[in-house]
């Protein structure tokens, strides 16, 4: 009988406690946590999210704060067991380095961490010296690990960082030192570094910066061809006899249009420089991101004007080379051939202008067709431009070109004017022909006929005008009877 009433005893007591043993677990929660608002410099920014009733799958990115910079992770486990009950708490929190003293905002960001979108409304921080930490709000609990967990992992301290010392400069450079007027010279803004330079010193918004300083580059007494754009890339030179690495930022030749100095101002390059580690130490970060201006110094090249001469505004300058050309071997009067006058070299080729010369008795001349190919390689301007003129001879004998065609230039490495002449003379054959003139064909019927009874008088010119205005009525007026005649068909 007592075994009896032990077993129901039993049985009720396993009654009472199956429910609470077939409750469902605590469904998994998630919050984002902030640090305190106030903080010295020497300390780090934290922010933090806890994960309750679930292990850790997968989470977002920390955000970025402007003026700080991301500076290691922590995670925290915290394990509680009640009334045989486990619960489980993580904490996963990133730390931010401020850059300087000052105010700062946080805007409001989001997080997901497994699957469960988190909000934060951000913060208003205020990061002071050493001096003027303030202070943990009364009951707020800090997030470090204090007592025992200090003398564990030891307590995150502040990297001590040094700015190196760096010898980059920022430079414009030109191929002369002097030019005269129309003459080409390279301009070119050049950044040097030494190559140990490399670890603490990249570019910062350069795509930004650059048209800025281009602008002030850029003379207004100018004409410039400018380099096509190209992928900034180091090229290895020597300065002063030690080994830099040069990156060409922008490079153009400029041709002056009068003797005024090209000067060219100081001009500024904001670039990113880091600062390194005092004591490097494994767990923190051993660079420090900041900035660096470097200023380019002021040059000016004297412009000097051309010697004396006639035609010296309308000289080109350059180093030339006269190359002619011509379409046939033999050449027969009343027959079409082609002349072509080509300069090659390095100058101001938009600026080589070839009228057609007037020509004398017995030779018609036609044209001239020109065209001009420009190369920039290698920080240099160079082409060739062609005049393409079409001759007819009337008369047999010796054509003299060269009486024709020449080209007075001045070569400013020499400093002297040079006239280009052509050298060609070629000999045409065949019996005297009158210049051609417009006449009917006599052995053709009806254009004899037509052109013999053609009326000569001059016609207005809208004469056609009027002749489409009428025809637009009359395509109108029959438009209108084959409406008319639609609508009484309909009826």
């Not at 080379?321 to 071997?329: N, V």
């Not at 000999?427 to 006929?449: C, I, K, M, Q």
Request: charged share 20%; proline share 8%; glycine share 8%.
């Amino acid at each position: 009988m007592r075994l009896l009433l032990l077993l129901l005893l039993c049985l009720l007591l396993a009654g009472s406690a199956g429910p609470a043993a077939g409750q469902p677990s605590t469904p998994p929660s998630a919050e984002i946590v902030l640090g305190p608002a106030a903080f010295p410099i020497n300390e780090y920014y934290i922010i933090s999210f806890r994960l309750r009733g679930a292990p850790l799958e997968r989470y977002s990115a920390f955000p970025d704060l402007e003026g700080f910079k991301k500076s290691g992770k922590s995670s925290t486990t915290t394990t509680r067991i009640v009334n045989g009950q486990t619960f489980t708490e993580l904490t996963i929190t990133q730390r931010y380095a401020a850059f300087t003293e000052g105010s700062f905002e946080l805007k409001p960001f989001g997080m997901t961490v497994n699957g469960l979108e988190l909000k934060s409304e951000g913060a208003a921080l205020k990061v002071g010296s050493q001096q003027s930490a303030a202070p943990a709000a009364p009951g707020t609990a800090p997030l470090q690990g204090l007592g025992l967990l200090d003398q564990l992992f030891g307590k995150p301290k502040p990297q001590e960082y040094v700015e190196p010392r760096d010898e980059a400069f920022l430079a414009v450079v030109t191929d002369k030192q002097r030019v005269f007027v129309g003459e080409g010279v390279h301009v070119g803004l050049y950044f040097y570094l030494r190559p140990q330079d490399q670890s603490v010193l990249n570019f910062y918004n350069f795509a930004s910066q650059l048209p800025g300083i281009v602008r002030q580059l850029r003379q207004r007494t100018v004409w410039e061809e400018s380099f096509d754009e190209q992928e900034v890339l180091p090229e290895n030179v020597q300065v002063g006899g030690q080994p830099f690495l040069r990156y060409r930022l922008w490079e153009a030749e400029l041709y002056p249009l009068n003797a005024e100095p090209l000067t060219f101002g100081a001009v500024e390059l904001q670039m990113l420089k880091y600062k390194v580690a005092k004591k490097p130490t494994e767990g923190l970060d051993d660079r420090l991101e900041g900035y660096k201006t470097y200023r380019s110094a002021v040059r000016v090249v004297p412009v000097l004007a051309l010697p004396p001469h006639p035609l010296r505004d309308q000289v080109p300058v350059g180093n030339y080379e006269l190359k002619e050309f011509l379409d046939r071997t033999t050449f027969h009067t009343g027959r079409t051939f082609a002349y072509t006058l080509a300069l090659e070299g390095e100058g101001n080729l938009a600026a080589v202008n070839l009228a057609a010369p007037p020509p004398p008795a017995g030779l018609e001349l036609f044209g001239p067709e020109v065209q001009q190919t420009l190369t920039r390689q290698n920080g240099r301007v160079g082409g060739r431009k062609s005049f393409r003129f079409r001759l007819v001879a009337r008369q047999p004998g010796v054509l003299r070109l060269d009486t024709l065609f020449q080209l007075i230039v001045f070569n400013p490495a020499s400093a002297h004017y040079d006239t280009l002449r052509s050298r060609l003379r070629p000999l045409v054959l065949g019996p005297e022909r009158s210049a051609t003139t417009l006449r009917a064909n006599p052995t053709d019927p009806f254009y004899g006929a037509a052109l013999a009874e053609a009326d000569p008088t001059p016609q207005a010119r809208d004469a056609y005008g009027d002749v489409r205005r009428y025809a637009n009525l009359f395509l109108g007026g029959l438009l209108a009877l084959a409406l008319v005649g639609w609508w009484r068909a309909r009826r």
